[in-house]
């Protein structure tokens, strides 16, 4: 892999197909910086269906915000501070957003680097796991449908 090519770690998921879409998109839900839209992307372009493209990365990434809000759900305060670099002061500022607005803040789990810091946020302070879960799924469907699109219009 190229140092100059910053997309040969993707292409190189692309060529697995199906399976480098799940792999892309299960990293890109956890704390992993990665982003599983080029792969989404190459593989409609290179004639793969993109409905079943849509659920496979939907699928991946959701398995994958499940592990970043469940890995809050059993961190604690030492975890959080070493590994994720995020200061207890951060969340217990965050937490009265995060009692406001609930579960419903999931639904933006999509954003990069923001939105995994949100689910883990929700996993950390145990707010409702399966209601976080149904807005993190519907976040999630909605980006991959939006860019599929977008994809297609370029």
């Known amino acids: 892999m190229s140092k100059y090519n910053i997309f040969a770690k ?3 998921l692309t060529t697995l197909g199906l399976l480098g879409l799940f792999i892309s998109a299960f990293l890109a839900g956890t704390i992993v910086p990665f982003s599983s ?13 993109m409905y079943t493209a849509i659920i496979v990365a939907t699928i991946g990434n959701f398995i994958g915000g499940q592990t970043t809000y469940y890995t809050g759900y059993i961190g604690k305060w030492s975890w959080v501070e070493k590994y994720f670099r995020i200061r207890k002061e951060k ?3 965050a937490q009265k957003r995060f ?3 609930g579960p419903i ?4 789990s999509f954003i990069p680097g923001l939105g995994n810091a949100i689910v883990l946020g929700l996993g950390f302070l145990k707010i409702k796991p399966k209601t976080c ?7 999630k469907v909605a980006r991959y449908i939006i ?8």
């Open 91 to 93: 969340i217990i500022n």
């Open 99 to 101: 009692e406001k607005w």
């Open 147 to 154: 860019w599929a699109y977008i994809t297609l219009l370029v």
């Open 10 to 12: 993707y292409m190189d």
């Open 105 to 108: 803040s999931a639904s933006l």
């Open 133 to 139: 879960a149904l807005y993190m799924l519907l976040g």
């Open 37 to 49: 839209e080029v792969v989404l992307s190459a593989l409609i372009l290179n004639g793969y269906d």
